[in-house]
């Protein structure tokens, strides 16, 4: 509520007081300034200059109440025009304060900066060391947003050493930390370690917040699993509290983004759903932000192509609207990349005008999303030696920042671009070297798993501890009462107790020894299944981008349709040998995940979208071993194919089922799709290769099939050998 006025006037000027304080006290603002207004236009000039300035933060206040921000300007300007520096301060910091924070900030940034930078000079010359360095860390965080990094530092740096105030010292140390984690690795890192130090002599709130820096650095320079311990500390450490529920969502981002980097999506996934239902809850605008950008990286991820979309055409909005210019170029290069996807070549043009009108505005930094969409874009108007300068210099900016995830997608690129000019050798080589990277991202992935089984293994421990404590505390108190009783027993047990137990140990370390010997072999097994699994996968995947490259060479279109089937074939095994190599069970292969991957890499490879053909997967979730599911995922491949190539001719739309499940003591196998038909007497005839595999690999399995046609085909297949995984 504001404050009444206490003004020396007379007359007509006493009535208008009088009726603004009653005003006032209602909270009528309207009434307030209409009566305020009256007063200045009848004895503005009776009043003295302090009675005028009173009167005009009064209104300035009413204006803002009633959200007219052009009035509360006016006067707050009409302030700043007429104080008194030498006996008005305290008023003209607090209407700086007013117009900075409360309505440049958000209405017009380039106009909080110059009014920041004369608060600063005001401070300097007027008001003391603690408020003028208060401006220069404002001036400094404006400076920061509006990524003009070159001017930040003198101000933190100023700040620092103009007052002996911690928290300020704090603030200037962490925010020096941020500005160069980019260029002066080495020297950010300590001072993130000093602002850690600060901190714990402080709030926990601090001490989080340089927690949450630290971890943002961290995973900046690759070192993710150091990076997500000072995140999570950070969230541990966070005031349980409304007001920082905002740095929660943060902390949830940042750890989303990290799981994502090393490959980790069900825990990505995780932390993006947090962050957007706490955003969600309490109707913050970053919800279309950095919570929306992230969560759509991890639907991509995902195969969400549509929902991943919306997403990033909600971070679009938000960072055009804030004026946030390197994520907004991240933003609409991930949308152009989608565009490009999906054969839209024109709006992924219009993007890259977009983000070409705004590059200059700003000092923008690197950013490997928008290095790949140029590429892409090179690569779909067929410049490929253009693409691939690009992509080679993007690739090695990546790897001076040890950025996995970059060099993957810049090796792909790569890899299309030579296939394109024919250079086999580099496509080859550049493919091979993706793989090497994918498969240190797993392990990398694996051993962050490990750090959260540790986790979560000591805060078990631990309250099992404190249990225990508990229930010997009351033990304690119930033998007080039988202290002799305990004993007698106690001195006569002692005997039998001390010849069992030297029985037992004997046993038990024989029993260790042997279990040791077993462990051992049992840990080697497994090691060399993995290693077999893992080369399986990686010589399968070979054989498929060779025969790729074969088929480059090949004009004939029924030897590459072939060559195309073969490809299909080859990668049905492999992704059985990479899940096998992903598992901790080294036999067995979960049936749903198995048939699932491979629709989506039959659908793939005939560049069919589910909207044309939807999939239809009822499939219970059984482990087979290997031995039956080879067999039964080249079947599964020859079906699936023969529907998508011929059941629905002319791109017409359509739809097919699968479903496996156990009956009996039998799996059946059914596959249904309502396309033309198919003659069962044609199948059970033809001499395709397809068909005559399915025959044998179904013989194999000792089964039967049948088929009918009514409303499309039925092919139904019982298979009476198989076994599940152990």
């Known amino acids: 509520m504001l404050l009444f006025l206490s003004l020396s006037v007379s007359g007509q000027g006493q009535k208008s007081l009088a009726k603004a304080n009653k005003f006032l006290e209602s909270e009528s603002y309207d009434l307030a300034a209409?009566?305020?207004?009256?007063?200045?236009?009848?004895q503005g000039n009776e009043?003295?200059?302090?009675?005028?300035?009173?009167?005009?933060?009064?209104?300035?206040?009413?204006?803002?109440?009633?959200?007219?921000?052009?009035?509360?300007?006016?006067?707050?300007?009409?302030?700043?025009?007429?104080?008194?520096?030498?006996?008005?301060?305290?008023?003209?910091?607090?209407?700086?304060?007013?117009?900075?924070?409360?309505?440049?900030?958000?209405?017009?940034?380039y106009k909080a900066l110059a009014l920041s930078l004369k608060a600063e000079d005001f401070e300097k010359n007027y008001g003391s060391d603690y408020e003028y360095a208060l401006f220069l860390q404002t001036t400094a965080g404006i400076f920061h947003y509006m990524q003009q990094f070159d001017k930040v530092p003198e101000k933190y740096l100023t700040a620092y050493h103009i007052t002996d105030d911690p928290e300020v010292k704090f603030e200037s140390v962490i925010s020096l930390a941020t500005t160069y984690r980019e260029e002066r690795v080495e020297y950010a890192d300590s001072l993130f370690n000093l602002a850690i130090e600060m901190s714990a002599?402080?709030?926990?709130?601090?001490?989080?917040?340089?927690?949450?820096?630290?971890?943002?650095?961290?995973?900046?320079?690759?070192?993710n699993q150091k990076a997500s311990k000072k995140i999570l500390t950070a969230i541990e450490t966070k005031?349980?509290?409304?007001?920082?529920?905002?740095?929660?969502?943060?902390?949830?981002?940042?750890?989303?983004?990290?799981?994502?980097?090393i490959n980790n999506i069900d825990r990505a996934s995780y932390y993006i759903e947090r962050a957007v239902k706490l955003a969600e809850k309490r109707k913050y605008s970053s919800r279309n932000g950095s919570v929306a950008f992230t969560y759509g990286r991890i639907l991509m991820i995902q195969g969400k192509e549509k929902l991943a979309y919306q997403e990033f055409l909600k971070?679009?909005?938000?960072?055009?609207?804030?004026?946030?210019?390197?994520?907004?170029?991240?933003?609409?290069?991930?949308?152009?990349?989608?565009?490009?996807?999906?054969?839209?070549?024109?709006?992924?043009?219009?993007?890259?005008?977009?983000?070409?009108?705004?590059?200059?505005?700003?000092?923008?930094?690197?950013?490997?999303?928008?290095?790949?969409?140029?590429?892409?874009?090179l690569l779909e108007k067929k410049k490929y030696n253009q693409a691939i300068l690009l992509a080679e210099k993007t690739y090695e900016k990546c790897n001076s920042n040890e950025d996995p995830a970059g060099k993957m997608k810049t090796l792909q690129i790569l890899t299309k671009a030579y296939r394109a000019t024919g250079d086999y050798v580099m496509a080859l080589s550049s493919l091979d070297a993706f793989h090497e990277i994918k498969d240190s991202v797993f392990q990398s992935s694996q051993n962050q798993i490990v750090f959260d089984l540790e986790s979560q293994y000591?805060?078990?421990?631990?309250?099992?501890?404190?249990?225990?404590?508990?229930?010997?505390?009351?033990?304690?108190?119930?033998?007080?009462?039988?202290?002799?009783?305990?004993?007698?027993?106690?001195?006569?047990?002692?005997?039998?107790?001390?010849?069992?137990?030297?029985?037992?140990?004997?046993?038990?370390?024989?029993?260790?020894?042997?279990?040791?010997?077993?462990?051992?072999?049992?840990?080697?097994?497994?090691?060399?299944l993995r290693e077999i699994h893992h080369r399986v996968k990686n010589n399968l995947q070979l054989v498929s981008s060779l025969l790729t490259l074969q088929s480059r060479s090949i004009t004939d279109e029924s030897a590459i349709a072939a060559i195309n089937d073969g490809k299909a074939r080859v990668r049905s095994m492999a992704l059985i040998h990479q899940d096998l190599y992903n598992k901790e069970n080294l036999t067995g292969i979960s049936v749903k995940s198995y048939i699932e991957k491979l629709s989506k890499e039959i659908f793939h490879t005939y560049n069919i979208s589910e909207e044309m053909v939807k999939l239809d997967l009822d499939v219970e979730d059984i482990e087979l071993d290997v031995e039956t599911v080879v067999p039964l995922g080249l079947i599964i491949n020859e079906l699936i194919t023969n529907s998508l190539k011929y059941a629905f001719p002319g791109n017409q739309e359509g739809s097919i089922e699968i479903s496996l499940k156990e009956k009996t003591g039998k799996l059946v196998l059914l596959l249904k799709d309502n396309g033309i038909g198919l003659d069962p007497k044609e199948f059970q005839n033809s001499s395709s290769f397809g068909n005559r595999l399915v025959n044998i690999l179904t013989e194999q399995l000792d089964g039967s099939i049948a088929v009918t046609s009514e409303n499309g085909t039925l092919v139904s297949i019982q298979i009476n050998s198989y076994n599940i995984a152990a």
Do not use: W
């Open 239 to 261: 005031p349980r509290s409304k007001e920082f529920d905002l740095s929660r969502i943060s902390c949830y981002v940042l750890l989303a983004d990290i799981f994502n980097k």
């Open 34 to 42: 209409a009566e305020l207004e009256n007063l200045l236009k009848e």
């Open 201 to 223: 002599n402080l709030d926990s709130a601090r001490y989080s917040q340089s927690n949450f820096g630290y971890g943002q650095f961290l995973m900046r320079i690759g070192k």
């Open 315 to 377: 971070a679009e909005k938000y960072f055009k609207r804030t004026n946030r210019v390197q994520n907004y170029i991240t933003a609409v290069s991930e949308l152009g990349i989608i565009d490009l996807r999906n054969n839209e070549l024109s709006s992924a043009e219009k993007r890259y005008e977009n983000i070409k009108g705004v590059l200059n505005e700003v000092n923008v930094g690197f950013a490997v999303v928008f290095e790949s969409f140029k590429a892409l874009l």
């Open 47 to 109: 009043l003295e200059l302090e009675s005028k300035l009173e009167v005009y933060d009064k209104l300035s206040g009413c204006f803002g109440k009633l959200k007219q921000q052009e009035k509360q300007i006016e006067f707050l300007n009409r302030i700043l025009e007429q104080a008194d520096p030498n006996k008005d301060t305290l008023l003209i910091r607090k209407t700086h304060y007013t117009l900075i924070d409360e309505i440049y900030l958000e209405k017009d940034i």
């Open 458 to 528: 000591k805060r078990k421990e631990q309250d099992q501890s404190l249990a225990l404590l508990n229930v010997e505390n009351k033990l304690s108190t119930e033998k007080l009462s039988r202290q002799k009783f305990v004993i007698t027993i106690g001195a006569i047990a002692l005997g039998l107790i001390s010849l069992l137990s030297f029985f037992l140990f004997s046993l038990y370390k024989r029993i260790n020894n042997q279990k040791q010997i077993i462990q051992k072999a049992l840990s080697e097994k497994d090691v060399l």
